[in-house]
């Protein structure tokens, strides 16, 4: 059974760093593309950033050169440093596969204000 838990959110300035962490289930994690996606408020969910098993890493334009995606194995958790953070940010984080699986976690909030 596929579980997904997202925490490390909050509220920061511009400029400002967090960093998400997902704690997921062996079902979830083991030799999978892991990734982070967000939505933003009456936007479509959109994909941040995925690394895969053996560690390459790819993240969207948008994102690139200020958040970096990364995993524990052994532990089974995955994280994304966000560093320089813009209002644009500002959505619900998730992870999930990539492909993304049909379950997904609560997610956590993050608001970034200007």
């Known amino acids: 059974q596929v579980q997904l838990e997202e925490s490390g959110g909050g509220s920061v300035q511009a400029g400002g760093s967090l960093r998400l962490s997902c704690a997921t289930s062996r079902s979830a994690f083991s030799y999978s593309t892991m990734a982070w996606y967000r939505q933003a408020p009456g936007k479509q969910r959109e994909l941040v950033a995925s690394i895969t098993s053996g560690g390459a890493t790819n993240s969207a334009e948008s994102v690139k050169g200020r958040f970096t995606i990364s995993r524990d194995n052994p532990k089974e958790m995955l994280y994304l440093q966000m560093n320089n953070l813009k209002p644009e940010d500002t959505a619900v984080y998730y992870c999930?596969?990539?492909?993304?699986?049909?379950?997904w976690g609560q997610g956590t909030q993050v608001t970034v204000s200007s």
């Open positions: 999930n596969k990539l492909p993304s699986s049909l379950v």
